[in-house]
């Protein structure tokens, strides 16, 4: 068993799925956001390429860590080994289980003793 958990995360960008995995994550100070630290991209053979980790892995490069939107987070699992990352696209109208989190409106203007 590794001596510290790694974390498959998987969230919502724009009209893409992202699936990466790390070894840091936690609430951020910044309310609203997640932290993640110490991405990890599968490094156990470069005979044959992922072009979709690979895409990942260069636009992660040189990030130290990285603050996802709560409300777009899908998914965090515990799992006992890195796995594949991975980014799909979710084609706009197409039947999908993905839904974005429902965000409330603005409050409410408090009603003045003159109405």
Known sequence: MPSSPVYKVIFQNGNQVVEIFARQIY???MWGFIE???LLFGERSQILVDPAEEKLKSE???VQRSYIPLH???R???VAKEGVAKISDVKPGASTNVTSFP???APAKPRSSDD
Request: aromatic share 6%; no cysteine; hydrophobic share 35%.
């Open 76 to 78: 965090i699992d515990e």
């Open 72 to 74: 777009s987070v899908i």
């Open 27 to 29: 609430q951020s100070d």
């Open 60 to 62: 992660f490069s040189g």
């Open 103 to 105: 965000m409330p409106s």
């Open 36 to 38: 993640v630290e110490e």
